[in-house]
């Protein structure tokens, strides 16, 4: 059964620690690794992760990933009060994909990241 | 710009009414997904529409539970004799035609909170 899981399911720090969330994936076809930040209801795209080793940077917000191991980690540093909220990962499954469609997308359950001023 | 939109942002209703929740893609985006989310779990995938066809509805719990999209652009997601368990919020996402980049970058809607008393 395809699965994505991320750890820690919480964690709370003090602002301008740095911070590393995981997550690690079995799914059956691999195309993508997305992370997403929720504050509310709407999640919001942070990042896409295809290849192994490259890392992705916008600002304080890095991620990269290992396919041989399956996993991504994302990296908050600096971390302000606004970097609170839930950090959702979600893999890419095609079950088809010479025919490239029918992509799933399975979320893990989501960090719950709490930034105290 | 106009982002996905879902209406109506809150839905109560009573064990065993029917409901139809609404979902208004960004335009021109071919790909229309729907998720549920319960408290303190990621995005459950439901179903995707690629245009008009549900390319994918293995998500949907059971036949209580079905979606729509006549024209390929807004869906329709239905639930017949809703019972408290299908309270939670209802996402939308939508994104560009697939194989194209950014690979299956969705964005989400606000989300409809569906309660079932």
């Known amino acids: 059964e395809d699965k994505v899981v991320q750890s820690p399911l919480s964690l709370v720090v003090h602002e301008g620690d740095t911070v590393t969330l995981n997550c690690s994936y079995e799914?059956?076809?691999?195309?993508?690794l997305l992370w997403y930040k929720q504050e509310k209801k709407a999640p919001t795209f942070l990042f896409m992760l295809?290849?192994?080793?490259i890392e992705k940077k916008s600002g304080r917000l890095s991620s990269i990933l290992d396919k041989k191991e399956l996993f991504s980690i994302l990296n908050i540093t600096a971390t302000q009060t606004g970097d609170s909220a839930v950090y959702l990962c979600a893999v890419e499954d095609t079950s088809r994909p010479l025919m490239n469609r029918d992509d799933k997308i399975i979320f893990g359950k989501g960090t719950r990241l709490h930034i105290l001023p | 710009g106009a982002g996905v939109s879902q209406t109506p942002s809150n839905k109560v209703t009573e064990k065993g009414k029917y409901v139809e929740l609404r979902c208004d893609p960004i335009?021109?985006?071919?790909?229309l997904y729907w998720y549920r989310q319960s408290l303190g779990q990621g995005p459950e995938f439901l179903i995707y529409?690629?245009?008009?066809?549900?390319?994918?509805d293995s998500g949907l719990p059971n036949d209580r539970f079905f979606a729509v999209r006549p024209e390929g652009s807004v869906s329709t997601l239905k639930i017949q004799r809703t019972e408290r368990g299908d309270s939670a919020v209802y996402l939308c996402?939508?994104?560009?035609?697939?194989?194209?980049?950014?690979?299956?970058?969705?964005?989400f809607g606000p989300g409809t909170r569906l309660t079932v008393l």
């Open positions: 335009s021109g985006h071919t790909a």
């Open positions: 799914v059956t076809n691999f195309r993508s």
């Open positions: 996402a939508s994104s560009p035609s697939p194989g194209l980049p950014p690979y299956n970058e969705q964005f």
């Open positions: 295809t290849s192994s080793g």
């Open positions: 529409f690629q245009g008009t066809g549900a390319a994918d």
